[in-house]
């Protein structure tokens, strides 16, 4: 197993998940930066343009054989943060 899956290794109601940094999507490109659209889309080939790169967390969690789940930390935030709300009003 991967360094960066051990780290965040979560048992949860009987079902571990488990965290990975390498879930993401993307790379995304942002051309807010850039002044003339074309004429960075022609240069972009030979000079370097003020476009930035970016990568978002992953939105889909993948499961394991042996019934793990592997979801980025964002995600995993996210659902303790709506299991703990669903269980502060059950009560």
């Known amino acids: 197993m991967p360094s960066d899956l051990r780290r965040g290794v979560m048992p949860f109601g009987g079902v ?3 965290e990975s940094d390498q879930l993401v999507e993307g790379p ?3 051309w807010s930066r850039v002044r003339s659209h074309a004429r960075a889309k022609r240069r972009r080939t030979k000079h ?3 476009i930035r790169f970016f990568y978002t967390p992953s939105t889909t969690a993948r499961t394991l054989p042996d019934g793990s789940i592997i979801m980025h930390p964002e995600m995993a ?3 303790r943060a709506h299991i703990t709300e669903d269980h502060s009003h059950a009560g």
Do not use: G, S, V
């Open 16 to 18: 571990r998940i488990i």
């Open 28 to 30: 995304f490109e942002d």
């Open 48 to 50: 370097r343009q003020n």
């Open 77 to 79: 935030k996210q659902l």
